[in-house]
């Protein structure tokens, strides 16, 4: 008997651990990518002998996405080999599965399915890296619920500090918008001036690109572009370090943006909806090899 | 014999009866005039006004029930709820931001209608106009009665002075708590105690102990309920009762040094001194009225599916 009341009792912490959490849980964040096996060979090729650089796409964004997918090798066109070339891969997005994420996959071959690459000319001891680059543009929203008091001294049901950090929640991204302050000051006639303070992160593997450069890849400054609604009540917020088109450069890994918008508020105090969202371009960059490469006569 | 001393045993039995009463001069109980109680006006959303989970694409009705638990009658419109803290434009609710009274009268409990009243407030309709970010969201919907309300109170006191003691006894004493269970109408502020003490030679001196006991906000009788929403205002008028002691008339109380006073409370309590000149001892009924303005709240919270 004893037996059966701890089986239940076990039980019991085994579904309360898998039931609730709350959030939607994914193992990437934005577009990844794997070459796949054998796509190229990672040990050694042999002159002539013939090869595709295969490319498992995914998009762990809940939103569609074109990827401009890249692909080139270490060597001068002397030995062919994998010669530089784009193409353009339409992903469609992430399916949700209770609060899994579903990331959609899609295959790319190099040259194409049926087509391969050789390498030819090759001298003793030479190898080679096959390079893939996947330039994307990508979308980071952070939702929260603020609290904003017009009086300082009003007493409210709920905690509605004049200055505090508060919670946000995120897509799966690689650029995360974090820690959160918010202070207001009455500025009279039933107004307060809202201050948003939030850092902006480069958490991923790849690097932040100027979204314009996407399919020219040029070398710009990466730049993102914010943009901050407290949802129903206002978007015109003005922040710094941001431009007049709403971007800011972002050459390091973390910055810190800071926007201010006077609120009408009427009531002693609302809980509102908060929206944060950052527009950037992505480069994810990953390499195969060195692989070997074995001359036609080597041996001989 | 046998029937004398059963009659002999009778009597010692209703002597002791008599004796226990009346004894030691002690100042008589209420007398139960009223149910008591601690809650004024209640309010809650309608369970299915809102339902607490809807699609955005929904229309749902916003109702909140109030009911009169204390014993006080309020008049049609006299107890008024609104919305608050959202914004209620994002919900379509943009009215209920108004303070909005009861279609019909709020009667309170009483000996005939032990349940009290109720009265149902009507918002309209909700509909969430945002995008949703995600799958959902959820918001804390807050609803507000505010009402003018009147506490009672029914005392039996003893009026006797420092002068007087000699005569006072056996007609009653000053030492005992006077308040009483059925002495205080059912009112989110009550008086918890009465107290006497001797004052010079010949007054009484009442120490009348008030606390908001409703869980809600008191403020002064009077105050508008719109412009308490007002930060100054509402400092202005929060925590003050206004007391009328209606019988004896003659009394002084406070600072005013009248039978009307107005009394600020601190953390939900206050005392109020009033005494009276005595020139013979006798029982009396201490009544006292309580004035205020009532605020109370509720929420429920809301779940707004994609």
Known sequence: MKYNILAIILSVFFISACVGGGGISSNGEGIDFQFMTNQPPTDELNENQQFRVGINTINYGLENTEVNLCISDSLSSWVEGVTESCKIINMDKAEISGNQIVPFQKKVYFPFEDTTYRYINIEPNMDTTIVAEAYYKFITIANGQICIKRDIEAETPVECEVSSQEQLTSNSAPVKITSLEKKTYPIGNNKVQLTLKFTVSNSGAGDVIDVNTINSREAKEPKISVRVSLKGITTNFVCNPVRADGRFAFNEKQKTITCEAPIEITQSFIENPLEISVEYGYKLKKTIGPIKLIPKDEGF | ?306
């Open chain 2, 1 to 306: 014999m046998k029937i004398k001393s059963s009659i002999l045993i009778f009597l010692v039995i209703c002597s002791l009866v008599f004796i226990s009463a009346d004894c030691g001069g002690k100042t008589p109980t209420g007398a139960g005039t009223y149910l008591g109680g601690t809650q004024g006006v209640t309010l809650a959303f309608k369970a299915s006004s809102p339902v607490p989970t809807l699609q955005q694409k929904d229309t749902v009705p916003v109702k909140v029930d109030l009911k009169n638990l204390g014993e006080f009658d309020l008049q049609i419109g006299e107890a008024k709820a609104k919305i608050f803290g959202i914004n209620l434009a994002n919900f379509g609710l943009t009215s209920a931001g108004n303070y909005k009274g009861t279609p019909g009268i709020l009667r309170g409990k009483s000996e005939f209608f032990t349940e009290g009243g109720t009265q149902t407030v009507d918002f309209g309709n909700l509909k969430y106009s945002l995008p949703i970010s995600g799958e959902l969201e959820k918001y804390t919907l807050r609803a507000k009665v505010c009402y003018p309300y009147q506490s009672k109170a029914t005392v039996n006191v003893c009026m006797t002075s420092a002068n007087l003691q000699d005569q006072t006894t056996g007609i009653c004493s000053i030492t005992e708590e006077k308040v009483a269970a059925g002495d205080i109408s059912g009112a989110p502020v009550q008086i918890t105690s009465i107290t006497q003490e001797l004052r010079g030679a010949n007054q009484v001196r009442f120490n009348i102990k008030i606390e908001n006991k409703g869980g809600g906000k008191v403020f002064l009788s009077g105050s508008d309920c719109t412009k308490l929403e007002e930060n100054i205002e509402n400092l202005d008028k929060k925590d003050q009762v206004v007391v009328i002691v209606t019988n004896p008339t003659d009394i002084k109380c406070g600072q005013e040094d009248s039978n009307k006073a107005t009394i600020n409370l601190i953390g939900n309590t206050g005392t109020l001194i009033c005494y009276k000149d005595v020139t013979n001892p006798y029982v009396e009924k201490l009544n006292i009225n309580l004035d205020y303005i009532y605020i109370s709240e509720t929420s429920k919270e809301v779940t707004i599916y994609k």
